[in-house]
């Protein structure tokens, strides 16, 4: 399985931007497709952007589409996730996960999570 470490998470006020990344352990990232999930206190894990191992195809949730791009740079193994206009409902553990293969099976079935990244949002 590969390994994934993100970081770029903080502390930011409403408005404001921050740009994740997920890096992984071993050239066969480029193999996966990726994606970016949250989880904030007392809710679900929820789906918030993927790429294709590619980059050529991305997904986003509706919360956060024209406010976030997911993107890749498969010669450094990393995937980024830059959030623009902050909102406070936006703070959570954000977690990378990977599925060799499809996004559509990212969405249902991931093989690595890394360990997560706090990002809060001040009002």
């Known amino acids: 399985q590969v390994q994934l470490v993100e970081s770029g998470g903080g502390l930011v006020q409403a408005g404001g931007s921050l740009r994740l990344s997920c890096a992984a352990s071993?050239?066969?990232?480029?193999?996966?497709?990726v994606g970016w999930f949250r989880q904030a206190p007392g809710k679900e894990r929820e789906f918030v952007a993927a790429?294709?191992?590619?980059?050529?195809?991305?997904h986003y949730a509706d919360s956060v589409k024209a406010r976030f791009t997911i993107s890749r740079d498969n010669s450094k193994n990393t995937v980024y996730l830059q959030m623009n206009s902050l909102k406070p409902e936006d703070t959570a553990v954000y977690y990378c996960?990977?599925?060799?293969?499809?996004?559509?099976?990212?969405?249902?079935?991931?093989?690595?999570w890394g360990q997560g990244t706090q990002v809060t949002v001040s009002s």
């Open positions: 071993e050239r066969t990232f480029i193999n996966y497709a």
């Open positions: 790429i294709s191992w590619s980059g050529g195809s991305t």
């Open positions: 996960g990977a599925s060799r293969g499809s996004v559509s099976r990212l969405l249902t079935d991931q093989d690595s």
